[in-house]
């Protein structure tokens, strides 16, 4: 009889253990283990996680990796400098006329000041960065000056040429870390301190703005970002007193200013004390006898807001206290004739007002109502004015026992109070409105998700204005659109609530908002004026954030009964047939459509369930379009993994890939697409695709035959590269056995590193025929190495 020959070439389908051996298709392997199919008609070895660029970088924490799951984010921003500690300023420590400024207790990034501005504070002169190590800068001051000890300085005004920033919380002291990859250093000190801990952190960048918040509720929400304003002109040159021109860690509470504040009368004089930021308003009159105005003649209570970062208002203060508010009665004013309006803030250069605080309004309503209008706006920068005036009328700078500022809403008069505007239009809310920010002490959320101008954030605690604090696992708050801390207490939003779970991460698609609970997905429609709940799936929720995934096929998640795809559709990754069966049995209410065809993919039900629990986690591998996920990122963590391939549809398996017994962060993608995380005491690596030496390299193919008809084979011939001698590698089992036997004893040969150049040929030849009515062919290679299959 002629000789047949069965070629295995083709095996990019992957994996597939839910289908017996002898029903599989071309493409599918019966077993991989440590190897990959990636490249059409190539078996080789899988790659393994390696140090990442800022592993052993100066500076690298050594705390321990404790917020399972989480504290690891990747940003990038238009300003260098963000790791060193915000708002640099200290004192000189080297000796007289020197031409370099020295800080013994400096901890600078080297290198990452340069073409910043140092000045000295002292004689007010300045110099562009040119060099700089941990304690000393260079560059030559203006006129000529020098440094003397004792002399202070700040460094600001950072260049605009952009870098791009890791940031790790340190969950068990709350203390945030960055590394720049411009300087290829850690943070020497630290950026931020959230407090206590911090085992939840949940990132959000917004207009180059970082929120970081504790889903935990153990830390003090905080804000890091550059801020370029200038504060209190003083004249029409234009004189500013001074500019806020740095990196700065600040609260992400919007809190209103001081009721301490008082409202003065006219022929009052202004405040020689007060606190930092505190506001006065002084109501100053008109009086002409032959031009009463009836409108002013009332019982006034005034109220002051700040607004943040340009378009963040906040809530009214009542000068004096809401149970007792200060009083201007003017009712019996009956020569009265017009009005204008004086504030004063406290503050100096040295004592600087809430840098992210960018106006003041005041408002005044008649004592025992409700509405509140606006009478003028002071611009932190330019001065007062009126609602909608032109005219800025600049700050005064008084000297006193505490300095402060002083400008009028205009130059002239109002003949009657402004009617116009109120609070209510000014903030789009009503005057009942009681909270509108979580960041207060102790406020935080667990998830959040930025929608074009708006942000979404869930499972939320926050503090009403009585002071309690609320936990809302099942609630999702939306922020006002371009104010991205201003979250009305009103603006709730819930797609299910005491249903038993709670809400686990955020994601978008397009206008598309993705709530994830333990074990239900809702999709939401953001794109009209209200969002609108249109989807629910059962059975393809999240156990927690670090298990899902962006990418640019949709959003993509696994659980116990599947991996997922949402690109609009809900997709199972894990098809089974034609016909939409998945390999689970329960599938969601709204069935998902199968992304592949007959089996692409599959993982028998058993293993999958198994191997996922609620703290797997899951990243993108961008450079070859794959889903890599981890068994657990706690310490009860074996280190096994799955990669899903995009390109293919192919699923594989890796045993003891990530570090096992230790804990991990969550995965992110940094700025050059690599997948990067960190574990045990602040190891950071990244996945390397790179062939890496390992055992346990294995590839069942499938069971091939025809019933009923016996065949006779002798030998068996493999196309291989092999980096070290592989004995016996070639096994086999006939007629469905359970029980493997050796083919010959021959080896593979060392080749080189295994990924050379050429291909060797080795032909097994069986000691005597096989006979059989089936065969199964396995690949298993004893030794640690890296080994490539061609057929």
């Not at 809401?322 to 004592?351: K, V």
């Not at 300095?403 to 002239?412: L, M, Q, R, V, W």
């Not at 797609?495 to 038993?500: C, E, R, S």
Request: hydrophobic share 35%; with cysteine.
């Amino acid at each position: 009889m002629p000789k047949i020959p069965i070629t295995f070439n083709s095996f990019e389908k992957g994996e597939n253990t839910a289908t017996d051996p002898r029903d599989l298709g071309k493409g599918y392997l019966a077993g991989c283990v440590n190897m990959m199919v990636d490249e059409v008609g190539i078996i080789r070895t899988m790659g393994a996680p390696e140090n990442h660029d800022a592993q052993g970088d100066t500076g690298q924490p050594a705390g321990t990796v404790s917020s399972m799951g989480r504290g690891l984010f990747a940003f990038s921003h238009d300003r260098i400098g963000g790791a060193n500690s915000d708002n640099m300023a200290g004192t000189h420590t080297g000796g007289a006329a020197e031409a370099v400024l020295t800080d013994s207790s400096g901890a600078f990034m080297v290198d990452s000041l340069i073409g910043a501005t140092v000045t000295n504070t002292t004689n007010s002169e300045s110099a562009t960065i040119t060099d700089n190590n941990a304690t000393t800068v260079t560059g030559a001051l203006s006129g000529g000056e020098t440094w003397d000890n004792g002399d202070t300085y700040t460094i600001t005004d950072f260049p605009e040429t952009s870098d791009d920033y890791i940031v790790w919380v340190v969950a068990t002291s709350a203390l945030v870390k960055i590394w720049s990859k411009e300087n290829a250093e850690w943070s020497p000190g630290t950026v931020l301190d959230l407090g206590t801990s911090a085992q939840k952190p949940t990132f959000t960048l917004f207009d180059g703005g970082l929120r970081i918040t504790d889903g935990a509720f153990g830390a003090t929400t905080k804000w890091y970002g550059y801020i370029e304003r200038r504060k209190f002109r003083t004249a029409t040159t234009p004189t500013y007193n001074y500019t806020d021109n740095n990196w700065f860690a600040k609260g992400n509470d919007l809190t209103p200013p001081l009721t301490t504040g008082v409202f003065l009368e006219d022929g009052d004089s202004l405040q020689t004390t007060g606190t930092v930021g505190e506001v006065n308003v002084k109501l100053h009159t008109t009086l002409d006898a032959n031009k009463p105005e009836a409108e002013w003649q009332k019982k006034w209570e005034c109220g002051v807001t700040y607004v943040y970062d340009t378009t963040q208002e906040t809530l009214i203060s009542i000068l004096g206290g809401e149970t007792s508010p200060d009083t201007y009665d003017l009712s019996g004013a009956t020569t009265l004739s017009a009005a204008r309006f004086e504030i004063q803030i406290f503050g100096d250069a040295t004592n600087r007002v809430n840098e992210r605080l960018t106006h003041v309004k005041v408002y005044i309503r008649e004592h025992g109502t409700q509405e509140w209008f606006t009478q003028g706006v002071w611009e932190l920068q330019e001065g007062g004015r009126l609602i909608n005036g032109d005219e800025r009328n600049l700050w005064t700078a008084v000297d006193t026992t505490n300095d402060y500022y002083k400008a009028f809403n205009t130059s002239g008069t109002q003949p009657i109070p402004q009617i116009l505007h109120t609070w209510e239009s000014e903030t789009g809310l009503f005057n009942d409105e009681k909270s509108i920010d979580i960041g207060q002490t102790g406020d935080g959320y667990g998830a959040s998700v930025v929608i074009g101008r708006t942000v979404y954030v869930g499972n939320v605690k926050r503090t009403n204005f009585d002071g309690e604090s609320l936990i809302e696992a099942d609630a999702i708050y939306k922020s006002i659109p371009d104010q991205p801390d201003t979250f009305p207490a009103s603006w709730r939003i819930d797609a299910a609530i005491n249903d038993g779970e709670g809400i686990t991460a955020l994601h978008k698609w397009g206008k598309e908002l993705l709530q994830f609970k333990h074990r239900t997905l809702y999709i939401i429609d953001t794109s009209g004026e209200t969002e609108i709940l249109t989807h629910t799936f059962k059975k393809a929720g999240a156990r927690n954030a670090s298990i899902i995934a962006d990418t640019p096929f949709g959003i993509v998640w696994a659980n116990e009964w599947g991996l997922w795809l949402y690109d609009g559709e809900l997709q199972s990754l894990l098809s089974q047939d034609r016909l939409g069966n998945t390999f689970f049995t329960n599938v969601p209410d709204e069935a998902p459509r199968p992304r592949h065809a007959l089996g692409e993919g599959i993982v028998e039900q058993s293993a999958w369930s198994t191997f996922i629990s609620a703290s797997s986690y899951l990243g993108y591998y961008a450079y070859k379009q794959q889903i890599i996920i981890g068994d657990k990122f706690g310490t009860a963590g074996a280190g096994n993994i799955y990669i899903y391939d995009f390109r293919t549809g192919s699923i594989v398996r890796g045993l003891a890939k990530m570090t096992a017994s230790v804990k991990h962060t969550n995965f992110i993608t940094d700025s050059d697409d690599d997948l990067v995380i960190m574990h045990t005491t602040g190891t950071i690596v990244k996945w390397g695709d790179t062939e890496t030496a390992t055992t346990g390299q294995q590839v069942d193919f499938p069971e091939v035959g025809t019933l009923g008809k016996l065949f006779r084979t002798k030998e068996c011939s493999v196309t291989y590269k092999s980096s070290v001698t592989q004995a016996t590698p070639l096994y086999y089992r006939t007629n469905g056995s359970a029980s493997w036997s050796t083919f010959a004893s021959e080896n593979f040969a060392d080749t080189g590193d295994g990924t050379s150049e050429g291909w060797s040929r080795l032909v097994f030849d069986a000691s005597s025929f096989i006979e059989a009515e089936t065969i199964q062919l396995k690949l298993d290679f004893p030794s640690s190495g890296i080994v490539q299959i061609n057929d």
